[in-house]
């Protein structure tokens, strides 16, 4: 399975981006490729709960993931070899969800 073409966040999630985005001059995308990455690190394993992302920030695959997005894709589809392409993006959204504020206390 792939993730959708087009995808989104948690909007509280989404909030912290653009803080972030304010306080270090990184870009939502680029934040949440490292946040989803620093998940990994800590061990983070999504318990889907079947709550959809809520956020406005709706992107294509290829401004979330730029030229690794082949390298994001496989990790969570080995993550969740049987999760739908839905699921995937909210255990995406909610990787970095949980990523986030690992990295934030790392930059600020």
């Known amino acids: 399975m792939m993730l959708p073409n087009r995808l989104n966040l948690y909007k509280a999630t989404e909030d912290q981006l653009k803080a972030f985005k304010q306080q270090t001059g990184i870009t939502p995308n680029v934040a ?4 989803f990455a620093v998940s990994l690190d800590k061990g983070y394993i999504h318990t889907d709960d079947g709550t959809r992302p809520d956020g406005t920030l709706n992107l294509d695959r290829s401004t979330w ?3 690794y997005i082949t390298l994001y894709e496989a990790l969570l589809v080995a993550l969740y070899p049987e999760a739908s392409s839905e699921k995937l993006e909210r255990a995406w959204a909610r990787h970095v969800e949980a990523g986030l504020p690992d990295l934030r206390n790392e930059l600020l």
Not at 32 to 35: S, T, Y
């Open 32 to 35: 949440a490729r490292v946040a």
């Open 65 to 67: 993931f730029g030229e």
